[in-house]
């Protein structure tokens, strides 16, 4: 397979990666193998030296794991990827490849908040620090921006209010500024939003949520160019070892196949089910990207191709009434995962942003009326007559 530019994306998805063995398998084999016969020892040292290409050891050269991210890579139009063990570790493993002690990272505040405490707990340790910026707001991005910062980092949309910023304004100032700009795109994946093409330097990934698809293997992934993702993010996965398994890179390998069509299908849901919840008297607001009434809404079929799968809305009633149309549910999943073909629900008030104080989350926009869904590929008057229970109570 070649460039993004002759195949469409679904194509990649189920073509790129594969060189298939003299078994002539048509299905994508699992190498359950941690290392690798020479044919001589002069082959061994080529290798290991690096003159000769070719498999050494599955902590950083495995076919299975390999496939998955040259698929991905050709997915996000990035010359490289690193798949690693989880989405966290994409992060950590981008950090520990592109900075050092003394440099600076700015970050747009509504993140993951195992990111932000990556950033704050550990990074600190090793003389990184952070600065947090609210992501639309590109004065306060400027300003944050000293002459020791060395990457942008940012989540678009933003969990759970699925704020945008805009990539290709971030990606202009990064450069003006000699950083570089990394975009988690966790919540859009390539089949919605491809941010290299827009300027950003590096993009990362949990694929336990939409590359998976369906729930069943934590793993991430680091795509950009071969300088920075090939040479210095792949020389610290060679090193430390934050490794995919050969069995879930071959799980995620299936689940790009489907990734387009359960991306669309995963925002033809939302848009319905959050058309339907703005008419609901109960409901004091509705944060989803694909609605007219969303502040940065413009970004959709431009930068974003729809408007993802996350739906976020107010009740009124504070958080007894959240926890009310959260409980009233039978079939919905209470629980913090997305990406799922199962619908979520989560009241992230006293979950994913539990642990930040009363006026943080005020800061960050998280009341306690909030409740945020993960559409899944349920039939979507399922899950408006899974919420209408609680819903019609308040
Ligand atoms: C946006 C985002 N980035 C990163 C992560 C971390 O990924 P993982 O749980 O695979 O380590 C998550 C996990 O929920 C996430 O939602």
Redesign the pocket.
């Known amino acids: 397979m070649r460039g993004p530019d002759e195949f469409g994306l679904s194509t990649l998805a189920i073509r790129t990666g594969h060189n298939r063995t003299a078994e002539g398998e048509h299905g994508e084999p699992i190498f359950t193998t941690s290392s690798y016969v020479f044919g001589s020892a002069r082959e061994a040292a080529a290798r290991f030296a690096g003159d000769e290409p070719g498999n050494i050891y599955s902590r950083f050269t495995n076919p299975t794991v390999g496939a998955f991210e040259e698929r991905l890579a050709a997915m996000e139009g990035g010359e490289c990827c690193v798949a690693t063990a989880?989405?966290?570790?994409?992060?950590l493993t981008l950090c520990m490849g592109l900075l050092k002690a003394g440099e600076h990272i700015v970050s747009s505040r509504s993140?993951?908040g195992?990111?932000t405490i990556l950033f704050n707990k550990y990074l600190t340790r090793f003389g990184i620090e952070t600065s947090y910026v609210s992501l639309a707001d590109l004065d306060a991005w400027k300003e944050a921006i000293g002459p020791a910062t060395r990457l942008l980092f940012v989540?678009t949309p933003s969990?759970p209010l699925t704020e945008m910023a805009d990539i290709r304004t971030l990606a202009d100032l990064a450069h003006s500024r000699d950083c570089l700009l990394v975009v988690?795109n966790?919540?859009c994946t390539p089949a919605l939003q491809r941010p290299l093409a827009l300027g950003a330097d590096l993009v990362?990934h949990?694929?336990?949520?939409y590359l998976d698809g369906q729930g069943r293997c934590?793993?991430?992934a680091v795509v950009g160019d071969r300088k920075l993702v090939g040479e210095e993010v792949f020389g610290v996965m060679r090193t430390a070892g934050p490794t995919m398994s050969p069995f879930n890179a071959w799980v995620f390998l299936k689940g790009l196949e489907t990734l387009e069509l359960r991306m669309l299908a995963h925002a033809r849901n939302a848009l319905a089910l959050a058309s339907w919840l703005r008419e609901q008297p109960c409901v004091t607001r509705v944060h989803y990207p694909g609605l007219e009434s969303h502040p940065q809404h413009h970004l959709v079929g431009t930068q974003q191709r729809t408007g993802g799968g996350i739906v976020a809305f107010e009740v009124r009633g504070g958080r007894e009434g959240a926890w009310r149309v959260v409980d009233s549910t039978r079939m919905l999943s209470i629980t913090?995962?997305?990406g799922d073909t199962k619908t979520t629900i989560t009241h992230p008030a006293t979950t994913t942003h539990g642990r930040l104080t009363p006026e943080e989350r005020e800061t960050a926009g998280i009341s306690e009326g909030l409740i945020r869904i993960a559409v899944g590929l349920e039939d979507v008057e399922d899950v408006q007559k899974d919420l209408v229970r609680g819903v019609a109570t308040l």
């Open positions: 989880s989405g966290m570790s994409a992060i993140i993951f195992s990111t989540e969990n988690d966790c919540f990362m949990s694929a336990t949520k934590v793993g991430g913090a995962n997305l």
